[in-house]
């Protein structure tokens, strides 16, 4: 380049040339490529666990827990017909119903490995009203063993209003026979290698009856209506 007194530079061999920045296209492709790893990885790894889940299973062969009512104890069973002026009536309005019972309940595991089962709160009925709840807390269980569950319901002067008080009467005075259901849920999961299984869930239905008279149980009949998971 050469420069004159009065005028502008000039170039001997041309204008310069400066470096041409060109786009950067491998940081953009390696994390694509990372991306795709790490996806693949991910449905190695979900494969992976169904692979072991099945293999689990087929060795374990899980089978439904059994829960059972095995044992009912009455202390008392009391039906008072209403005092005053309601009782002068023909038609009863209402009763009064005092309960003291006691539920013995039976878990077998059948299974090679262990389960956990939540808390149930099973209802005590009396023509589909609900008197009172017998509640079992949540417990574990070994494989291949059976547990005994304790629990007691207390109802106090329940009052039974109107039909089902007419019922209710002529059921302990006549034909010395007060039918009770007991229903609920029992929820469960079976424990593989420190792992929980989905929850099963085995609904419960029983029913029964007591002689006020006797103050016994005449009649006891449960079963499973269903297992849903």
Do not use: W
Request: aromatic content about 6%.
């Amino acid at each position: 380049m050469t420069t004159g007194s009065n005028g502008p530079p000039s170039y001997a061999h041309g204008p310069p040339s400066y470096p041409q920045r060109r786009p950067h296209y491998g940081s953009s492709a390696s994390l694509r490529g990372c991306c795709c790893c790490i996806f693949m990885l991910v449905i190695f790894l979900a494969l992976l666990a169904l692979a072991v889940a099945l293999v689990v299973i087929l060795a374990v062969k899980p089978r439904k827990p059994q829960f059972d009512l095995n044992q009912v104890s009455v202390q008392y069973l009391l039906v008072a017909p209403p005092t005053g002026v309601a009782a002068a009536a023909s038609v009863p309005a209402a009763a009064y119903l005092s309960l003291n019972i006691t539920l013995l309940f039976t878990a077998v595991n059948p299974n090679k490995v262990g389960i956990r089962y939540g808390a149930t709160a099973f209802d005590v009925m009396y023509h589909g009203v609900p008197l009172g709840v017998a509640a079992v807390p949540g417990f574990e269980q070994p494989a291949h063993s059976t547990r005994l569950l304790q629990t007691r319901v207390v109802v106090d002067r329940f009052n039974v209003l109107q039909s089902d008080a007419q019922d209710l009467i002529r059921d302990a005075s006549l034909n010395d026979r007060v039918e009770l259901r007991i229903t609920g849920d029992v929820a469960a999961r079976i424990l593989v290698l420190g792992f929980s299984s989905p929850k099963v869930q085995v609904s419960l239905d029983c029913a029964i009856a007591i002689s006020p008279r006797r103050q016994s149980v005449t009649y006891k009949q449960c079963g499973v209506d269903g297992l849903s998971v």
